[in-house]
């Protein structure tokens, strides 16, 4: 399959009427063919006009033809083999493994879905027959599901080309709810979203789905963005990068006649707590496993780990000592676009000349658009005298704070934001430590490690990828894993509806099988 630098609107490739967009090779700097047209508002609005048509048709679908869409394009995917990655690996300077290991998630999150659609739990099924006997009064019929929320607007990632962007896990969640989506491929990588938009476009067809039910725009300006987010038409966001760009897509929506949901993932430094029977009994090796995970990626999961916690020590001495060694030796990486490799080389130069912050070490100079790993220190009281000192880096950056006592560490984490993940490392001798911590960190993040790292996030049922604000837009979400879908559904009660007309999954005698609670018993009844 070739590039084509066409938007894709229903079933139409059509050319950008507004600027141009072109794709830059991350590791050299030079531009790659072939150029991306931007959509202007006219096309933008015949985006959101047929997601609107489609709406109503495609949730209509029957639950087996829904979950033969997702695995389609899961094979269409597949089908797109080498170019994919190599386009992939040249717009993003991410290696092949990496890459290979995302095509390989990305298909699997369409599946799962599809798994998720035909089980139908994600419907949350009740039934509360009619009691006309009751006394003092009678119940009337009441009758629950979830349904779809409508068209819903997606935002690539720039960090994950494939797992958060065209066909990623917002996308992939919002089509097994019944929702309509457009995305707004990430500038970043244009060829890779054309690609896999392309697979996407082809499924539609294959399986017979309502045209509008999906499109892929490219757009450089923030305009385009912004006027998806407010049309009337859509009814939900998934969005993931940086803060910035998340709180302005939440003002619009909460500006709009009709506010809707911004599901967005911005910001988090994951912070990792060393405690001092972990310190004393593995300290140096804990440091060696933490450099290679601040660098996986050049830094560029949203759970890579940007903080550590420990109390002063012997076991923090011999931490620090066998990071910096390693580090030291940590090459630097390519990073995903200049300009995120011009913001982290900011941000580390900032660290680097605060008053309150001594430098541990440093990895080794790298070329074009590469960027050093870097971990820096301070102590518990200027942490939190400086508010500064917990923004992220986006990169292979790292802060210790060094807590005098556990007291000292405790108020350290109660001044934290909202973190996608917090990790504790700990020893037999920590536990007492550990449990008086625990409900802390449950307010703090939407997942906690023991004795490991954030990054690795499983797509799996029990997944949370979200956390309180600012990690997310809201905390009560998650962006991977089967709950997923419940951001993109709404749940809607039929009263004394005849059994005739309702719909076929609440109607009496459970003809489709589905698991519900009949008056809060589950069964298949």
Known sequence: ???????????????????????????????????FGGASRAQMEEACRLAALAFNPYRHQSPEARALFLETIAENILELGEALIERCMAETGLPRGRLEGERGRTVGQLRLFATVVRDGN?????????????????????????????????????????????????????LAAGCPVIVKAHSAHPGTSALVGQAVQQAVAACGMPEGVFSLLFAQDREIAQALVADRRMKAVGFTGSRGGGIALMRTAAARP??????????????????????????AAIGRAFVGALTLGAGQFCTNPGLILAEEGPGLDGFLQAAAESLAAAAAATMLTPGIHQAYCTGVAKLARHAEVTTIG?????????????????TANAFLAHPELQEEVFGAAGLVVRAGSAEELQAVVEALEGQLTAAVHFAASDTAQLAALLPLLESKAGRILANGFGTGVEVSHAMVHGGPYPATSDGRSTSVGTLAIRRFLRPICYQDIPNTVLPEELRDGNPLGFWRQTDGVPGRE
């Open 122 to 174: 994600y419907l949350d099924l009740r039934v509360d027959p009619a009691l006309p006997e009751r006394k003092p009064l009678p119940r009337v019929d009441l009758r629950l599901r979830n349904i779809p929320l409508g068209p819903v607007v997606v935002f690539g990632a720039s960090n994950f080309p494939l797992a958060f962007s065209v066909a990623g896990g917002d996308t992939a969640s919002a």
């Open 258 to 283: 009709e506010p809707i949901p911004v599901y967005a993932e911005m910001s988090s430094i994951n912070p990792v707590l060393l405690l001092p029977g972990a310190l004393a009994e593995r300290g």
């Open 1 to 35: 399959m070739s590039i084509i630098g066409d938007l894709l609107i229903g079933d139409r490739q059509l050319r950008g009427e507004q600027g141009e967009i072109r794709a830059i090779e991350a590791a050299t700097g030079k531009p790659l063919e072939p150029v």
């Open 362 to 378: 440093l990895g080794l100079e790298g070329a074009t658009n590469q960027g050093q790993a870097g971990l820096f220190s301070t």
